[in-house]
C-alpha cells in the first residue's frame, strides 16, 4: 500500500514539542549489529509505489532520496542532520536525514542520496557502502496536488564516526546513537493545530529538538525491516 503523509509545508513553524512526559520504567538499551542489520536488509524487498494516474494538467511527481548512514563500533550511530533556515524549504530548520531532490543528471535514486550525503556532510558513499534500500514513500507537498516519491537507502560508513564537512544547507550535522532512536525514555511528540484542529506526531527527542514527521517515517520503515518497533507514546495526551 503506498504510504501517504499529511502536508508537511508549514509544520515548521507551526509544531511545538511536548514537554517531558514520564512514561514509566527504564526498558533494556536496545543494540544492534551491523551484520544483524545487513543480513535483514538482504532479506527485505522494498515496495514500489504503483503508478498514479496522471490527471490533466497536474504535475508530475518529483523524486528525492535520503541516506541513512550508519558508523561506529561497536555501538552504531546515524548521522542526523538539522536543515539550515530557510523561507523556500518546507523542513526548514528540521532533523532530517541528508538528502534531497533528484537533479536532472542524477542516473537513479541512489545517486541522488549519495551526492547529496557528499554535498551536506562531506561523507563519500558509493556501492560499497550500501546496505539495502526501504520502501518508497509517497509525500503530498501543501496544496495543488503536489507530489514527491521518496527513496530511502542505509549505508554501513565503517567502524569509526567520521567527522563531518559544513555545508550552507546544514546548521550543523550528528552521530546519534542507535540506541538513543529506540530508548523509551526519548519518546515523545510533537504537536501541530491546523484549521483548529490539534494533530500529534510520534517523535524522538535529540539535543532540544524532535525528529518527527517524514524522518520519523523512514525510521519506522527502518525499524520495520529490522523487526524492532520503534517505541512510541501510546497514551497521547
Same mark, same amino acid.
Given at each position: 500500500?503506498?504510504?501517504?503523509?499529511?502536508?508537511?509545508?508549514?509544520? %515548521?513553524?507551526?509544531?511545538?514539542?511536548?514537554?517531558?512526559?514520564?512514561?514509566?520504567?527504564?526498558? *533494556? &538499551?536496545?543494540?544492534? @549489529?551491523?551484520?544483524?542489520?545487513?543480513?535483514?536488509?538482504?532479506?527485505?524487498?522494498? &515496495?514500489?509505489?504503483?503508478?498514479?494516474?496522471?490527471?490533466?494538467? #497536474?504535475?508530475? %511527481?518529483?523524486?528525492?532520496?535520503?541516506?541513512?548512514?550508519?558508523?561506529? !563500533?561497536?555501538?552504531? !550511530?546515524?548521522?542526523?542532520? &538539522?536543515?539550515?533556515?530557510?523561507?523556500?524549504?518546507?523542513?526548514?530548520?528540521?532533523?532530517?536525514?541528508?538528502?534531497?531532490?533528484?537533479?536532472? %543528471?542524477?542516473?537513479? *535514486?541512489? #545517486?541522488?542520496?549519495?551526492?547529496?550525503?557528499?554535498?551536506?556532510?562531506?561523507?563519500?558513499?558509493?556501492?560499497?557502502?550500501?546496505?539495502? $534500500?526501504?520502501? &518508497?514513500?509517497?509525500?503530498?507537498?501543501?496544496? $495543488?496536488?503536489?507530489?514527491?516519491?521518496?527513496? !530511502?537507502?542505509?549505508?554501513? @560508513? $565503517? *567502524?569509526?564516526?567520521?567527522?563531518?564537512? !559544513?555545508?550552507?544547507?546544514?546548521?550543523? #550535522?550528528? +552521530?546519534?546513537?542507535? @540506541?538513543?532512536?529506540?530508548? =523509551?525514555?526519548?519518546?515523545?511528540?510533537?504537536? +501541530?493545530?491546523?484549521?483548529?484542529?490539534?494533530?500529534?506526531?510520534?517523535?524522538?527527542? +535529540?539535543?532540544?529538538?524532535?525528529? +518527527?514527521?517524514?524522518?520519523?517515517?523512514?525510521?519506522?520503515?527502518?525499524?520495520?525491516?529490522?523487526?524492532?518497533?520503534?517505541?512510541?507514546?501510546?497514551?497521547? =495526551?
Amino acid at each position: 500500500m503506498p504510504v501517504t503523509l499529511a502536508p508537511l509545508a508549514t509544520l %515548521a513553524t507551526l509544531a511545538t514539542l511536548a514537554p517531558d512526559t514520564a512514561i514509566g520504567p527504564v526498558a *533494556p &538499551q536496545m543494540t544492534f @549489529a551491523i551484520e544483524q542489520i545487513r543480513q535483514a536488509l538482504a532479506g527485505h524487498r522494498p &515496495q514500489e509505489l504503483a503508478p498514479e494516474p496522471q490527471l490533466a494538467g #497536474a504535475a508530475k %511527481a518529483t523524486e528525492a532520496a535520503v541516506a541513512l548512514v550508519l558508523a561506529g !563500533s561497536p555501538e552504531l !550511530s546515524l548521522c542526523v542532520i &538539522q536543515r539550515a533556515e530557510r523561507a523556500d524549504d518546507p523542513w526548514s530548520g528540521h532533523l532530517a536525514l541528508p538528502g534531497g531532490r533528484a537533479d536532472p %543528471a542524477d542516473p537513479h *535514486p541512489r #545517486a541522488v542520496a549519495e551526492r547529496e550525503t557528499q554535498e551536506e556532510v562531506g561523507l563519500a558513499l558509493d556501492e560499497r557502502h550500501l546496505l539495502g $534500500g526501504l520502501s &518508497q514513500v509517497l509525500v503530498r507537498l501543501g496544496g $495543488g496536488g503536489r507530489r514527491m516519491i521518496l527513496h !530511502s537507502f542505509v549505508y554501513d @560508513a $565503517g *567502524p569509526g564516526l567520521p567527522a563531518f564537512a !559544513s555545508s550552507d544547507e546544514v546548521k550543523e #550535522a550528528f +552521530w546519534v546513537p542507535l @540506541a538513543h532512536l529506540w530508548d =523509551p525514555a526519548n519518546a515523545s511528540h510533537v504537536e +501541530w493545530e491546523r484549521d483548529g484542529a490539534r494533530l500529534l506526531y510520534p517523535a524522538i527527542r +535529540w539535543r532540544g529538538g524532535a525528529i +518527527w514527521g517524514l524522518t520519523f517515517r523512514v525510521l519506522t520503515l527502518f525499524s520495520d525491516v529490522l523487526d524492532a518497533p520503534l517505541p512510541h507514546l501510546e497514551d497521547l =495526551p
